[in-house]
């Protein structure tokens, strides 16, 4: 080996001094560098590298070791990547919808008031729409003039078909607005001015006519045992009662079983439900006139009303 040379301790590699063409390379043994042309084939010997133990040659268990190192090291690479665009997701998705919920809600229309007529319910009529009775006391359709049974024909100018239509033009309608209606009351079309109100007025109606101090009428009669029917000969409708209670203002003023009620307190009666309402906003113990209809004839009966 030419002379001169050196070499590192750690790895056993050449320094690169000395001649160029000298390509020999140390290996240790037993902490002494050894020539490798002196033990045979250099390709059968294990190298010492910079991966070694100083001052012995790499062993096989060493070599395994450095390559499970290799693999420890890129799984843990291929983690911190993961890991590293998982924390660049989040960030990015935060910055995204953090600013979307501090937009405030788009506000909404505020709910246009509707108005109220004070019937109970419209339902299909012959020629129009119809309710069975007109509720509070005091209410537009009752300061109208209007009583159940009535055929409503046209409302604010416009014709009348179905309880979908009616509807519809009455929520149409601002509240406090006088409307011209036109209806049919036994055959005949009477036209009448109806001011809508709002749902508080309604409201307060309502529990004024439920708290007055006076309380509610009492007449002395079965409600499950009256009936709507036709007069015969006319278009005119009235309500039969069946069952007069004994000794009860009907009965001591001389109402009987079958007579069928036209009028009461001078406001027609053309349906059950409003005979009923108008018996109930009688004031207790005032005098009313019932015109009625026993067989063939019409009476007037006057009745001293009780109180419920």
């Not at 590192?8 to 690169?16: A, I, P």
């Not at 998982?86 to 990015?92: G, N, R, S, W, Y």
């Not at 009965?251 to 309402?277: H, Q």
């Not at 063939?296 to 006057?302: D, P, W, Y």
Request: charged letters at 25%.
């Amino acid at each position: 080996m030419p002379q001169g040379l050196r070499f590192c301790r750690n790895c056993g590699f050449r320094l690169g001094e000395g001649p160029a063409e000298y390509t020999e390379t140390r290996r240790f043994e037993n902490g002494r560098p050894v020539n490798l042309a002196d033990h045979g084939d250099a390709s059968q010997q294990p190298f010492a590298t910079a991966y070694g133990v100083t001052g012995g040659a790499m062993s096989p268990a060493t070599g395994h070791q450095m390559a499970k190192r290799a693999k420890k090291m890129s799984g843990m690479t291929w983690m911190f990547l993961g890991l590293l665009v998982f924390f660049i997701a989040a960030a990015a998705f935060t910055a995204i919808v953090t600013p979307l919920r501090r937009i405030p809600p788009v506000a909404s229309a505020p709910a246009v008031p509707k108005p109220w007529v004070g019937v109970s319910s419209f339902e299909d009529g012959e020629g129009g729409v119809t309710f069975d009775n007109v509720t509070p006391p005091g209410g537009p359709a009752d300061k109208a003039g209007l009583v159940g049974g009535d055929i409503i024909t046209s409302f604010d100018g416009q014709i009348v078909h179905d309880e979908d239509e009616m509807t519809d033009l009455v929520q149409r309608t601002p509240i406090g607005k006088a409307v011209e209606v036109i209806y049919l009351r036994d055959g005949e079309s009477k036209t009448t001015t109806m001011t809508t109100i709002s749902k508080e007025d309604f409201d307060r109606l309502v529990q004024d006519f439920r708290n007055r101090p006076e309380g509610q009428g009492l007449f002395g009669f079965d409600d499950d045992d009256i009936e709507r029917v036709p007069i015969p000969g006319t278009k005119t409708f009235g309500v039969r009662v069946d069952d007069v209670t004994p000794n009860r203002p009907a009965d001591l003023a001389g109402v009987k079983d079958g007579d069928i009620i036209l009028e009461f307190d001078k406001a027609p009666i053309r349906t059950t439900e409003e005979f009923k309402a108008r018996v109930n906003r009688a004031i207790p113990y005032s005098t009313v006139t019932v015109a009625l209809m026993r067989g063939a004839e019409r009476l007037e009966i006057l009745v001293k009303m009780g109180k419920k």
